[in-house]
T-cell receptor, first 112, second 113 residues
Framework: DAGVTQSPTHLIKTRGQQVTLRCSPK?????VSWYQQALGQGPQFIFQ???????QRGNFPDRFSGHQFPNYSSELNVNALLLGDSALYLC???????????FGSGTQLSVL | AQSVTQLGSHVSVSEGALVLLRCNYS??????LFWYVQYPNQGLQLLLK??????LVKGINGFEAEFKKSETSFHLTKPSAHMSDAAEYFC???????????FGTGTSLTVIP
């Protein structure tokens, strides 16, 4: 049984570009959350998707957007990249409000 | 508002010694509290979870944590450190709706042979 998978594992972009990160949840999970983890920091909540809708959002600008597909997989899009967007982006899946997150290994984004 | 504070960004212990990683929470309602571990270049793995069923929670790899309401603490302990325990540890609290986790800033554990 595959856990949470994320792609790509590493990505290098330049300022102003756009990026799309992808996540496939653990089998049987219907909820996907995205977190940003800057170097030396704890993960910060970006948003959560359930039933293909954004259910809750953290304190991130509109440049960060997402999508959930009918198969529960999800994308995170970031527009107009800034140097400060460089971080590890973690996807976590869960079953509804079970309160138990399973994390992927993350996508390391570097913005030059 | 809910939050957690981890005291000590770096902790070093000798192999075989007691591990104690500190976490204090701030919550207006009884919280759900978690400890996660992150190994280099990996995502976070759940160690244990407190949901008010019992104040002493046992997790994986010999770790346990005790919920103390009077001290608003949820410290993580392990009686005897192994080299494989070297990693980053995060304490987290969940919102009432269960939709959003708030993580601490993490504690890096080094185990000295």
């Amino acid at each position: 049984d595959a856990g949470v998978t994320q792609s790509p594992t590493h990505l290098i972009k330049t300022r102003g570009q756009q990026v799309t990160l992808r996540c496939s949840p653990k089998s049987g999970h219907d909820t996907v959350s995205w977190y940003q983890q800057a170097l030396g920091q704890g993960p910060q909540f970006i948003f959560q998707y359930y039933e293909e809708e954004e259910r809750q959002r953290g304190n991130f600008p509109d440049r960060f957007s997402g999508h959930q597909f009918p198969n529960y997989s999800s994308e995170l899009n970031v527009n107009a990249l800034l140097l400060g967007d460089s971080a590890l982006y973690l996807c976590a899946s869960s079953l509804a409000d079970s309160g138990k997150l399973f994390f992927g290994s993350g996508t390391q984004l570097s913005v030059l | 508002a809910q939050s957690v504070t981890q005291l000590g960004s770096h902790v070093s212990v000798s192999e075989g010694a007691l591990v104690l990683l500190r976490c204090n929470y701030s919550s207006s309602v009884p919280p759900y509290l978690f400890w996660y571990v992150q190994y280099p270049n990996q995502g976070l793995q759940l160690l244990l979870k407190y949901t008010s069923a019992a104040t002493l929670v046992k997790g994986i790899n010999g770790f346990e944590a005790e919920f103390k309401k009077s001290e608003t603490s949820f410290h993580l302990t392990k009686p005897s450190a192994h080299m494989s325990d070297a990693a980053e540890y995060f304490c987290a609290v969940i919102t009432n709706t269960g939709n959003q986790f708030y993580f601490g800033t993490g504690t890096s554990l080094t185990v000295i042979p």
